[in-house]
């Protein structure tokens, strides 16, 4: 709405590109890992669509909003795009995939950015956004594991990838409080997630199992 | 709502005996399954449910609106006479399955129409609707399967099933571009996804893996 | 909100205390399930959380209302605490998971009246508030066992844990049609599906599979 558009501040003029870019990565995570499971050109597209637009639907569901994925066209003919590059070039995307997790870590750090402060401008309260914020990144994630008939593997992978979320949206939701909005709180809690995430891989840090556990 | 019946115009007289008829089909698919899996009573009868109006409330939860599955009493009940059915006679509804199949492309074809319809009375854009109008058609089985511990057939099996689903979505959107609407529109609509899919099963069409497999 | 506080009439003093630690021993089930299945502590955090609020969330989106669960600090809290004392100590609370049984039916005959009154404060059907106190009951357990990867065992272990949930959101419901509302409503109603789960357990009932399997 414009309303929230305002609200975005200056971000209006970048971010919906971003978001774009952010989708259509996650889209191509999805058509992928249907490619690799021997999936239909339709399962592809379904993994495409949920991969990317899930977190969101699942943040707008849970806001009590009608989800952005089924008001703007970008959200539905994006995902087709990366479901016709993965059909036709998936041997090429995959080897160009140690590439594609730098994009991942980017609309890792984007999605969770916006998503809080998609909660944050409806009024929920900083700790439930940050929530949000978590959701609307790995939510997707989550779904095409589901779908794909696998478990989560943001469960148990012990990869951290919700906790750069958690960090980015947590700083949304500091430089909310402090009036710090728009372009600027996007995109510092966007790179703060995003700076963990590659820290995280290139480093090899783990989440920790249970006490005794190994 | 009287609104929305009003749109569906003269549709309102058959329309609700259709689609309490396509929900019978669906709901006694979902309890079959169960049977077939050895559920208890309680796993055939959630099948039922979910596999006859999860595609709709899908639809309605991504619109914005309550469920119409929690308004009105048919859509508890088919679903539990389904479950009573499949219970007592599953070994003889098993044999008559191939028969059952057309009655299930007849609700495939009667949801893809009724949910685009839906989505465009609540003022989503045609591209979006058709979308909502194959998640109304093909929801349901995507749900029972994952209910089940299994991958959805949807995304696999290569049956065109979603395909079906998406022309007579498209077929009531142009119907409704050009004002043919009500009854004449979800009937066409319905009988050409019906059509469709009664001939991809009879000359086994299929859809395509990724380019370079097989 | 204070209407249906109102509503609810003097069980407010006690139901959000009673509510907490029903969400308390779901949580607790959630995050050993994690812990057993060998997820990290995210995995046993998204576990926590879902199986506890998850069915909850599931009746206000039927309902048609923001989920409850994102805008009390205690539904997002009281998850955390559960994983952090299942992280520390998780052999102590299995060897106590016989006794944390009596506690989730008690969880059980809560939610299940907790639900039904929900549903039919906000207008539904009494046939659909019997529907979704079942769903507020059983659906985190089903999300559980779906994001843990797994068939929901309340579809195919032919336990009594669905039906006891029913007999008390029928109860709610009746209550309600004989105006007897609040406090007295939701108590007893929870006592008579948490004892008939008691029973069930002691007595090994079962749910009956389709007519000639075994």
Redesign the interface.
């Given at each position: 709405s414009a309303q929230l558009a305002g609200f975005m501040g200056d971000c209006t003029a970048v971010t919906p590109v971003l978001d774009l870019a952010g989708i259509f990565v996650f889209a191509l995570s999805g058509a992928l890992q249907?490619?690799r499971?021997?999936?239909?050109?339709?399962?592809?597209a379904?993994?495409a669509f949920f991969t990317s637009v899930g977190g969101g639907?699942i943040r707008d569901?849970?806001?009590?909003?009608?989800?952005a994925?089924?008001?703007d066209?970008g959200y539905?003919?994006v995902p087709v795009a990366a479901t016709v590059i993965?059909?036709?070039w998936?041997?090429q995307v995959e080897r160009a995939m140690p590439g594609v997790l730098v994009f991942d870590a980017a609309g890792l750090g984007l999605f969770c950015a916006v998503g809080t402060a998609k909660a944050l401008y409806y009024g929920?309260?900083p700790?439930?956004a940050v929530?949000?914020g978590v959701c609307t990144a790995v939510g997707g994630g989550?779904i095409r594991d589901?779908?794909?008939?696998?478990?989560?593997t943001?469960?148990?992978?012990?990869q951290l990838?919700?906790?750069p979320a958690m960090l980015g949206s947590t700083a949304m939701a500091v430089l909310y409080a402090l009036d710090v909005r728009g372009f600027v709180a996007t995109l510092s809690s966007a790179v703060l997630a995003f700076a963990f995430r590659i820290l995280a891989m290139r480093y090899g840090w783990?989440?920790?199992?249970?006490?005794?556990?190994n």
């Amino acid at each position: 709405s414009a309303q929230l558009a305002g609200f975005m501040g200056d971000c209006t003029a970048v971010t919906p590109v971003l978001d774009l870019a952010g989708i259509f990565v996650f889209a191509l995570s999805g058509a992928l890992q249907g490619a690799r499971k021997k999936f239909d050109v339709i399962g592809m597209a379904v993994l495409a669509f949920f991969t990317s637009v899930g977190g969101g639907v699942i943040r707008d569901l849970f806001i009590g909003v009608q989800p952005a994925a089924f008001r703007d066209a970008g959200y539905l003919l994006v995902p087709v795009a990366a479901t016709v590059i993965a059909f036709f070039w998936h041997p090429q995307v995959e080897r160009a995939m140690p590439g594609v997790l730098v994009f991942d870590a980017a609309g890792l750090g984007l999605f969770c950015a916006v998503g809080t402060a998609k909660a944050l401008y409806y009024g929920l309260a900083p700790l439930h956004a940050v929530f949000l914020g978590v959701c609307t990144a790995v939510g997707g994630g989550v779904i095409r594991d589901i779908l794909s008939g696998e478990r989560p593997t943001l469960l148990y992978d012990r990869q951290l990838y919700a906790v750069p979320a958690m960090l980015g949206s947590t700083a949304m939701a500091v430089l909310y409080a402090l009036d710090v909005r728009g372009f600027v709180a996007t995109l510092s809690s966007a790179v703060l997630a995003f700076a963990f995430r590659i820290l995280a891989m290139r480093y090899g840090w783990r989440a920790p199992l249970a006490r005794g556990m190994n």
